[in-house]
């Protein structure tokens, strides 16, 4: 059974610019998670989907956002990119909501310049 | 609010050994932790959770302890090997955070000399 498979793996954009990361979480898997992971902040949670609807978000502001297609695919997007947005965005599904066991893929990792 | 937060950034071991990963949480009502294996390159993977209604729960040459008296979860690797060498993090699905949404620790580094 494959993983939770992320693209881009690696990217990198500048100052303002706006970018989208996707998330193809294990098949049958209706839950998605999307963590932020960087040296100074650790991990930190950024929302979640189940059937399509955000259940849980993070303390991140509005330019962070996303979504869940009714396949269980999902896309983060971050608008008017910072520097301190250089980051891995992890994706994590798991098959029930609610449960601390969590499938990561090996993330996105933007770099803002 | 709650926090999770571990003793030692790096920890270094001898191939064979024992290894223990010491984590502490702020908030009394925490309920339920988790543990994660995080090495280079790749995403966290899950090792083994615990609820607070246990004190202990065993996995495959993994234990973890919970001592609510003193808000401290370890995890203990038996027979520590180098494919054992990662970052470890714990975590926690608060009180009142319905879903998936964890807390994580900073992490330890484990390093396996061989």
């Known amino acids: 059974k494959a993983g939770v498979t992320q693209t881009p793996r690696y990217l990198i954009k500048t100052r303002g610019q706006q970018v989208t990361l996707s998330c193809s979480p294990i098949?049958?898997?209706?839950?998605v998670s999307w963590y932020q992971q960087t040296p100074g902040q650790g991990l930190q949670f950024l929302f979640e989907?189940?059937?399509?609807?955000q259940r849980n978000k993070g303390n991140f502001p509005g330019r962070f956002s996303g979504r869940q297609f009714s396949n269980s695919r999902s896309e983060m997007n971050v608008s008017t990119l910072e520097l301190g947005d250089s980051a891995l965005y992890l994706c994590?599904?798991?098959?029930?909501w609610g449960t601390g066991e969590l499938f990561f893929g090996e993330g996105s990792r933007l770099t803002v310049l | 609010g709650e926090s999770v937060g571990l003793h030692l950034p790096t920890l270094s071991v001898q191939e064979g050994d024992n290894s223990i990963i010491n984590c502490a949480y702020s908030?009394?009502?925490?309920?339920?932790f988790i543990w994660y294996k995080q090495e280079s390159g790749k995403g966290p993977q899950f090792i083994i959770d615990?609820?607070?209604?246990?004190d202990k729960r065993q996995g495959q040459r993994v234990t973890v302890l919970l001592n609510k008296t003193v808000k401290h979860l370890s995890l203990q690797i038996a027979a520590t090997q180098p494919g054992d060498s990662a970052v470890y993090f714990c975590?926690?699905?608060?009180?009142?955070?319905?879903?998936?949404?964890?807390?994580f620790g900073g992490g330890t580094r484990l390093m396996v000399k061989p």
């Open positions: 908030n009394s009502a925490s309920d339920y």
């Open positions: 615990i609820r607070s209604n246990m």
């Open positions: 994590a599904s798991s098959l029930v």
């Open positions: 975590a926690e699905n608060a009180p009142g955070n319905a879903g998936n949404l964890l807390t």
């Open positions: 098949s049958g898997h209706r839950s």
């Open positions: 989907y189940f059937s399509e609807t």
